[in-house]
C-alpha cells in the first residue's frame, strides 16, 4: 500500500512537472505575439491618424521625460510624438490610466492632443465596462465631447451642461462616464505640466 501512494505521489509529481514545462514553453511562445498585439493598440498609422488627424507615425517621445512622469503620475502609461507624412511634429498622443476606476476597473485612453493643446482625438486601449451601459463611452457621439476642447480646464460629468468643459454623464453608466473623463484630466494634466508652451521636436 505504501508503495502504490508512493508511486501515485511520483506519477503524480512527474505530471504536474511536465504541465509546469508546457505552461513555461507557450508562455515563452507566445510573449511576443501578446507584446505585439499590446503594441499594436498604441502605435501605427491608424492610431496615429485616429489621435491626431492628419498624423501618419506615432513614434517614442523622450525616454528620460517618460521614465520622470512615469514617477510622479502613477497612472501614466506612455507618451508619443505625433508626425506628418513628411516627419513634422504635428501633435502627441498621451496614453493614461483612468485616476478614477469605471464600473469595472481601470479605463485606458491614448488622448490626442495639438501642439496649442486642443484635443484632437481619443482611442480606448481598453475597459471592461458593462456592455450597452458603459461600453458606450466607446460611441464617436460621446468621444467627441472632447474634441477640439482647449486642454486649460479639466473636464466635470455634470448632470446639466452649462459650461464649456462639462460633460453630460452617459445614461446609467455615470462610474463609467466619470472614469473615461478622469483619464482624459489626467492626459491634460501631462500635457500642461511637461508639454504645454515647449519647442519638444
Same mark, same amino acid.
Given at each position: 500500500?505504501?508503495?502504490?501512494?508512493?508511486?501515485?505521489?511520483?506519477?503524480?509529481?512527474? &505530471?504536474?512537472?511536465?504541465?509546469?514545462?508546457?505552461?513555461?514553453?507557450?508562455?515563452?511562445?507566445?510573449?511576443?505575439?501578446?507584446?505585439?498585439?499590446?503594441?499594436?493598440?498604441?502605435?501605427?498609422?491608424?492610431?496615429?491618424?485616429?489621435?491626431?488627424?492628419?498624423?501618419?507615425?506615432?513614434?517614442?517621445?523622450?525616454?528620460?521625460?517618460v521614465e520622470r512622469i512615469k514617477l510622479e503620475n502613477e497612472k501614466f502609461v506612455d507618451l508619443r510624438q505625433c508626425k506628418d507624412e513628411n516627419g513634422k511634429l504635428i501633435g502627441y498622443?498621451?496614453?493614461?490610466?483612468?485616476?478614477?476606476?469605471?464600473?469595472?476597473?481601470?479605463?485606458?485612453?491614448?488622448?490626442?492632443?495639438?501642439?496649442?493643446?486642443?484635443?484632437?482625438?481619443?482611442?480606448?486601449?481598453?475597459?471592461?465596462?458593462?456592455?450597452?451601459?458603459?461600453?458606450?463611452?466607446?460611441?464617436?457621439?460621446?468621444?467627441?465631447?472632447? &474634441?477640439?476642447?482647449?486642454?486649460?480646464?479639466?473636464?466635470?460629468?455634470?448632470?446639466?451642461?452649462?459650461?464649456?468643459?462639462? &460633460?453630460?454623464?452617459?445614461?446609467?453608466?455615470?462610474?463609467?462616464?466619470?472614469?473615461?473623463?478622469?483619464?482624459?484630466?489626467?492626459?491634460?494634466?501631462?500635457?500642461?505640466?511637461?508639454?504645454?508652451?515647449?519647442?519638444?521636436?
Open positions: 500500500m505504501k508503495n502504490e501512494t508512493l508511486k501515485l505521489g511520483l506519477i503524480l509529481f512527474i &505530471i504536474s512537472a511536465v504541465a509546469a514545462l508546457l505552461l513555461a514553453f507557450t508562455n515563452d511562445l507566445t510573449k511576443d505575439t501578446i507584446k505585439k498585439a499590446t503594441e499594436a493598440e498604441s502605435s501605427g498609422p491608424e492610431v496615429a491618424n485616429i489621435v491626431v488627424p492628419g498624423a501618419a507615425s506615432i513614434e517614442t517621445f523622450d525616454e528620460g521625460l498622443g498621451i496614453s493614461t490610466k483612468s485616476p478614477v476606476k469605471g464600473y469595472a476597473g481601470d479605463i485606458e485612453i491614448i488622448l490626442g492632443l495639438s501642439l496649442d493643446g486642443k484635443i484632437t482625438g481619443i482611442k480606448i486601449v481598453s475597459h471592461g465596462e458593462t456592455p450597452g451601459l458603459g461600453s458606450n463611452i466607446e460611441k464617436a457621439s460621446f468621444k467627441n465631447k472632447f &474634441i477640439g476642447k482647449n486642454s486649460t480646464e479639466q473636464f466635470t460629468v455634470a448632470k446639466v451642461v452649462n459650461k464649456e468643459n462639462d &460633460i453630460e454623464a452617459i445614461g446609467g453608466a455615470t462610474f463609467s462616464t466619470k472614469s473615461f473623463t478622469s483619464a482624459v484630466n489626467n492626459a491634460i494634466e501631462i500635457y500642461n505640466k511637461y508639454l504645454a508652451g515647449g519647442n519638444h521636436e
